[in-house]
């Protein structure tokens, strides 16, 4: 029974490696974020962060007591900015999505939290334009393709739900606010997210929606993607 059951768990185990990342994809994913947290961590603020600075401040923006400073957020943004990582092929190309919002909301932890969520709803209305029209590509080509018109309408039926929950992991890398004349709190953010995760992610859950498992088409259309400019 005992032997039964171990093998029951390695089949279940395998059956998961097999539609997600394997271990070691994500033991290498999370030491590259380490170093990438570590540099983060040990930047000093850029002499153009700290002209940033200044010219925020003139304009009346500041962050909460106890928060990095404007210049060091700014830093930080730049140094995520610059991240590469190889594409397919080994070329280099930007990691991460980077994208700024605003919002006015009576509360600065109010106005972060519309912000981003503006943020991230540029960002999935961007992701379904682009992956739609890639499988509208692969679809005009069906002799070397298995994308059906079927295929097409389900993504975009679904596009929604699919992509808000490959959304949810985003890393609020500024946040600042100025106090408006009616005393809201005008709050600017910027997010980033990750391409490697998010590529994991949609690839995952665009199989499992379109229940099309393991169509190497699908993962073609995210990795070209995500690996583009975004």
Known sequence: MKKVFI????AI???TVAVAQSPAELAKQQKELNEINMKLLNAKPSKDAKTQEKTLKKQGWMVPAGSKTIAKQITESQLLGEELMADETGNPVKRYIIRSAQSV???FNAGVAAARANAQVEVAAMLETKIAAAMETKLDNQQTSAITAHTVEKFHERAKSI????LTNTNTVLSIYRITPQNNYEVQVQVAFDKKELTARLKRKIQQELEQEGDEDLNDIVD???KGEL
Do not use: E, P
Request: hydrophobic share 60%.
């Open 7 to 10: 093998m029951m768990v390695i």
């Open 13 to 15: 185990a395998a059956s």
């Open 105 to 107: 909301s009576g509360t």
């Open 163 to 166: 992509i808000d929950a490959c």
């Open 224 to 226: 070209s993607v995500l």
